[in-house]
């Protein structure tokens, strides 16, 4: 069975003092990713997160409702690319 320990100081040092909790290894480098990942998980795979540090997300980051976007990418041929020039 996992053992979930928490921190005194939950919030700044939920990510750093909790690395197995985090659902990617770069939310692993500080409080800010962890909290943005955790924020993606909540919107495509809430179940990555257990109960307690789902609350704490919606808690930190409410939202009237989760809205998934899909995109739509068209790739463009180097050689028609533009980029503007430095002036």
Do not use: G, H
């Not at 990617?24 to 800010?32: G, S």
């Amino acid at each position: 069975e996992k053992v979930i320990r928490y921190a005194k100081d939950f919030e700044k040092q939920y990510a750093t003092t909790q690395p197995e909790r985090c659902v990617t290894t770069y939310a692993e480098t500080n409080y800010d990713e962890d909290l943005c990942d955790s924020n993606v998980a909540r919107v495509y795979d809430p179940d990555k997160l257990d109960e307690r540090k789902l609350k704490f997300v919606q808690e930190k980051l409410p939202i009237d409702r989760a809205v998934k976007k899909e995109w739509k990418t068209t790739r463009i041929p180097a050689a028609n690319v533009q980029l503007p020039v430095a002036q």
